[in-house]
């Protein structure tokens, strides 16, 4: 058996950019059309705002998200997701599913209906 010669784990590396308190919910929403501070607060009303802006500015330095000017005057942000984001999508719905099928009742209050194929269009289509 080969030993891989890794200089640092590539799954440690990951998780510790986007195991961060706050860091899925923000993709999670972009993913959902989210793209402004505000609607990633009302999303996450258990966040703050330095929190927010905090894990923004992770998310960009890892390369996930990217901030937008849109208008200078009055000034207005949008965020979107760069390339290396929207590779999220697979890995994403694939633990939403894992939840979904090995721990239902922490994900479901009731039957699971389409949630399966809602994931799909939410994660899986290119945005």
Known sequence: MSRLNFRR??????????GRKWAMPIVRDL?????RFK????????????MLSTRLRDLQEFGVIEKKVVMTTPLLIEYGLTEKGRALGDILYSLAVFSMRFQPDEVFDGPPGNAEEELRRIFLTPI
């Open 39 to 50: 609607e990633f607060l009302e999303a996450n009303p258990e966040m703050s705002a330095k």
């Open 31 to 35: 993913f959902n059309g989210k793209t």
């Open 9 to 18: 784990c590539p799954i440690e590396l990951s998780i510790d950019q986007l």
